[in-house]
């Protein structure tokens, strides 16, 4: 079936940072790939996305690169502010089969200090 | 711009007690879903519908029931409350399935059963 893992959080970083996050995929078909990010009392709402190999998403500063050779869709931002604090979930989305339904990731709690 | 509304935002059952989560959507979208979310466990599909009077299970369905008599709305009943449903309940709405799955979410209901 189809899967999604991201790494665990917490993470905790300080304001201008650096950031990854990690997601890796199986997939029964042709994926696309989503990260969905949730602020703290909100529901989640779509931050980037990437339909086919090698493309990027990219939002807000956020990207992510989808890259079939290593299955993964890795979130990154140069420089992180206090106000990206929140919860990132990698997602995916196939035609055929279970294509009603969006697959996600555990989420990663990401917490920015000033 | 309401999109994806959710009623009530907090509610604590008793054990036993029953109520509807209410969700409606303003975007004419086809597709809506209903999703828990337990801490550190992301989200789960609990029902889904492809369009009015069309419903079906998702991942974890036991102790509750849906409906979908119109496009816009899409209630979540709970029948005979247990403490296991302690969680917090996310309703969202696509335009398209597969590939093309972006969804949209409400802002959530916390529900708590004692």
């Known amino acids: 079936g189809d899967s999604v893992t991201q790494m665990e959080g917490p993470v905790t970083l300080s304001e201008e940072a650096f950031l990854t996050i990690n997601c890796t995929y199986t997939?029964?078909?042709?994926?696309?790939l989503f990260w969905y990010v949730q602020y703290p009392g909100e529901g989640l709402q779509l931050l980037l996305k990437?339909?086919?190999?090698?493309d990027k998403g990219s939002n807000k500063g956020f990207e992510a690169t989808y890259r079939k050779e290593t299955t993964s869709f890795h979130l990154e931002k140069g420089s992180v502010q206090v106000s990206d604090s929140a919860v990132y979930f990698c997602?995916?989305?196939?035609?055929?089969?279970?294509?009603?339904?969006?697959?996600f990731g555990k989420g990663t709690l990401l917490t920015v200090n000033p | 711009n309401a999109g994806v509304t959710q009623t009530p935002k907090f509610r604590i059952l008793k054990i036993g007690q029953s109520m509807t989560l209410q969700c409606t959507q303003d975007?004419?979208?086809?597709?809506m879903y209903w999703y828990r979310q337990d801490p550190g466990m992301g989200l789960k599909l609990i029902y889904y519908?492809?369009?009015?009077?069309?419903?079906d299970k998702g991942e974890v369905p036991n102790g509750y029931n849906v409906s979908r008599s119109t496009t816009e709305d899409f209630p979540l009943r709970l029948e005979l409350a247990a403490p296991s449903q302690t969680s917090v309940y996310f309703c969202?709405?696509?335009?398209?399935?597969?590939?093309?799955?972006?969804?949209?979410f409400g802002a959530g209901t916390r529900l708590s059963v004692l």
């Open positions: 990437a339909t086919k190999a090698d």
């Open positions: 975007m004419n979208h086809n597709y």
């Open positions: 997602a995916l989305s196939v035609d055929g089969g279970s294509n009603y339904k969006l697959t």
């Open positions: 519908s492809v369009g009015a009077g069309i419903t």
């Open positions: 969202a709405s696509s335009a398209d399935r597969g590939r093309r799955n972006i969804q949209y």
């Open positions: 997939a029964t078909g042709y994926p696309s």
